[in-house]
């Protein structure tokens, strides 16, 4: 039972990552992984719970590599980050703030929310290791390291979203520019 409610969050995280909340509905989901719309039901009494549970799985996920990243200095906490992007770059999806932003307007009120959440832990873990870096000197950046971490997150995500535009590997083109511009 466990197996079927992991599957069918697997599969929606994916479709988020790759087609928009907006653009899959459960027949999507039930009929790869051959079950009836009522299994789903079954595990997600609907939609948005299907969303919330995908949020909230990324947002724990990132946290925990966030404290696995933790004894690593700043500037290698920072290059871990990055490369969570290019791993989804490499496997053709959109990290969830990037899949889930454009949507937010049309998003159900807890999807908003947690997608919030979402966001402010991700920057916040982010202005913490910039600022943590800066005065380790690590990072010679100036500014506020909130501002700074808002771009490095925006920089990542729109080159996720470039790389599909262009059809090419945009965030391994612009991100080394990116950190050179930190270190």
Request: proline share 3%; charged share 20%.
């Amino acid at each position: 039972m466990a197996d079927t409610r992991e599957k069918i969050q697997e599969l929606a995280r994916i479709l988020i990552q790759t087609k928009g909340y907006n653009a899959f509905s459960f027949a999507d989901i039930a009929g790869p992984l051959q079950i009836k719309n009522a299994a789903i039901h079954y595990h997600f009494p609907s939609k948005e719970a299907l969303g919330i549970s995908v949020i909230t799985e990324g947002t724990t996920a990132m946290q925990k590599a966030f404290r696995q990243w933790s004894s690593l200095p700043e500037r290698q906490q920072v290059e871990a980050f990055v490369t969570t992007f290019g791993q989804w770059q490499q496997q053709g999806l959109v990290c969830l703030m990037g899949s889930l932003s454009p949507d937010f307007g049309t998003l159900p009120a807890g999807m908003q929310q947690g997608l919030q959440q979402m966001c402010t832990s991700i920057i916040d873990w982010l202005t913490e290791r910039l600022e943590q870096g800066r005065q380790k000197q690590q990072f010679h950046f100036e500014g506020d390291a909130r501002i700074r971490a808002m771009m490095v997150v925006s920089h990542l995500i729109s080159s996720l979203l470039l790389s599909r535009v262009f059809e090419e590997d945009t965030l391994s083109q612009t991100t080394p520019q990116l950190l050179q511009d930190l270190f």
